[in-house]
């Protein structure tokens, strides 16, 4: 009894900490190259220097742990996040097989060990995989989001994941999973739900096109995504992974696509949200250096340009924060196509060129296959992996890595959405 009291206090004082406010960031760039430390760093302290947002962006989602174009070695964004003070919410990627969560896990092990406590303190908590369920649902492979991951992989990930981790000063982290709300909401994934200690959630009313998703509708498209999700968890905390609007790209359902629409989203989203709840908006930039479509970057293509739109929310924008709203919730889960396609953390196509992702045709029709793929393309393979940043233009915003022997594309997914639906925009563009 005493311990479990102690372990519910405990549990309390952890969730009064102060909520992280961050953004999303692949392994790499729009155009497929791989991040390095000098990318995340200069991204990092321009996250914390955005006009209108007080210092707030503080915080890192990442999809993998491991560095592009290497089997396990860590991510150079943990040196970064230790340059620039920046807390991080690790990820596993995940929907590649058991070969690459290995990968993963021995990359986590070796950075403990190499950063120690500089890092270990930083970490808010750990994402074992990214809309690996999303990507098995009727909706995902309708949408060819590629390799996903079953319930029952998942939770043996996680049990590994809490294994590596136990002994070791990131023992007791918080560990979750990150996907769509309609695989939350979903039974048969309840598996997953509970195993993990929080829910992370990704959802984008844009994507939603077979809802009434105008802007108008967007902010109540969020909550009733956070409310379904909310209902599913046990009590569990519901971690905000991914959402955000684009500034410019096609139409989708009845959502346009603009820095206009972008400014409101953020003003009755964002300012409703951050600092009420862990939050890793969608995101910093997605357009250096190439721009895809959609785009979600709250600034352009100049790393050091002022945002497109005022991030100062207005008093009465945001306030109204009702986090409850009544879900208007009349469809049921996983009608409609949530949110893209992912295109993840490995990018595109596993060539060589680092090129990876621009979406190309290539991308859609290749099946897939997960045998020995390296999540960032790495030592054994030449591959480019695409990444987990980008997204529209088929880059991605995905995936982190990409494999040598199929297509990334395909697999790659980790990240939301954009991808696909971007290649396929682009498909039918070309
Ligand atoms: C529900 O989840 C299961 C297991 O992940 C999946 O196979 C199934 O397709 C999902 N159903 C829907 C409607 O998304
Ligand atoms: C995904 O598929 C659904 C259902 O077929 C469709 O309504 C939706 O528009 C698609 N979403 C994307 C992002 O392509
Ligand atoms: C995609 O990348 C290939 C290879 O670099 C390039 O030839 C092609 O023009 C790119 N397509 C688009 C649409 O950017
Ligand atoms: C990757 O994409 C390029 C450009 O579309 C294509 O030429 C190449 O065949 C693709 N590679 C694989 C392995 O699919």
Not at 40 to 54: K, M, P, V
Not at 63 to 83: L, V
Not at 385 to 414: D, E, L, Y
Request: proline share 4%.
């Amino acid at each position: 009894m005493l311990s479990s009291t102690f372990l519910g206090l405990a549990a309390g004082i952890a969730g009064a900490q102060a909520l992280s406010t961050g953004f999303n960031y692949g392994a790499t760039k729009s155009d497929g190259t791989f991040m390095a430390q000098s990318d995340y760093e200069s991204r990092f302290t321009r996250a914390q220097s955005l006009q209108g947002t007080n210092g707030d962006f503080t915080s890192a989602r990442l999809y993998t742990m491991i560095q592009g174009g290497t089997t396990a070695d860590p991510s150079s964004a943990f040196q970064a996040a230790i340059d620039t003070k920046t807390s991080l919410l690790l990820g596993l990627w995940c929907s590649a097989g058991q070969e690459v969560v290995t990968n993963e896990l021995n990359a986590l092990e070796a950075a403990i060990k190499q950063y120690g406590s500089d890092f270990t303190d930083l970490v808010i908590g750990i994402s074992v995989g990214s809309e690996d369920l999303y990507r098995v649902s009727p909706t995902g492979i309708e949408n060819k989001s590629g390799l996903g991951a079953t319930p029952d992989e998942l939770v043996s990930y996680i049990k590994q994941t809490r294994e590596k981790i136990s002994g070791t000063s990131l023992s007791g982290a918080s560990l979750g999973h990150v996907d769509t709300w309609t695989a939350w909401v979903n039974g048969s994934n309840s598996a997953v739900t509970d195993e993990v200690d929080w829910l992370g959630m990704d959802t984008y009313p844009y994507f939603e096109s077979t809802e009434n998703n105008p802007i108008d509708n967007g902010k109540q498209l969020y909550w009733d995504a956070y409310d379904k999700t909310n209902s599913v968890g046990g009590g569990k905390e519901v971690w905000i992974t991914e959402t955000g609007w684009p500034v410019s790209g096609k139409v989708s359902g009845q959502a346009v696509a603009s820095v206009d629409n972008a400014e409101t989203y953020w003003q009755e989203v964002a300012c409703a949200i951050v600092g009420k709840y862990n939050v890793w908006w969608y995101t910093l930039e997605d357009s250096i250096p190439t721009t895809p479509n959609p785009s979600f970057g709250i600034i352009g293509s100049d790393l050091n340009s002022a945002p497109l739109y005022d991030l100062t929310c207005k008093k009465g924008s945001s306030a109204t924060a009702t986090t409850e709203k009544g879900s208007s919730a009349t469809k049921p889960a996983g009608a409609g196509g949530l949110h893209g396609v992912g295109s993840g953390p490995y990018g595109s196509n596993g060539t060589m060129s680092g090129v990876a992702g621009n979406g190309t045709a290539s991308g859609i029709t290749t099946t897939a296959t997960r045998g020995g793929s390296s999540p960032t393309g790495g030592a054994t393979t030449t591959g480019a992996a695409g990444g987990p940043g980008g997204a529209p233009s088929g880059t991605a915003r995905g995936a982190p890595f990409a494999s040598q022997t199929q297509n990334a594309a395909v697999r790659a997914g980790p990240v939301v959405g954009a991808g696909i639906m971007a290649m396929v925009g682009l498909v039918v563009a070309l």
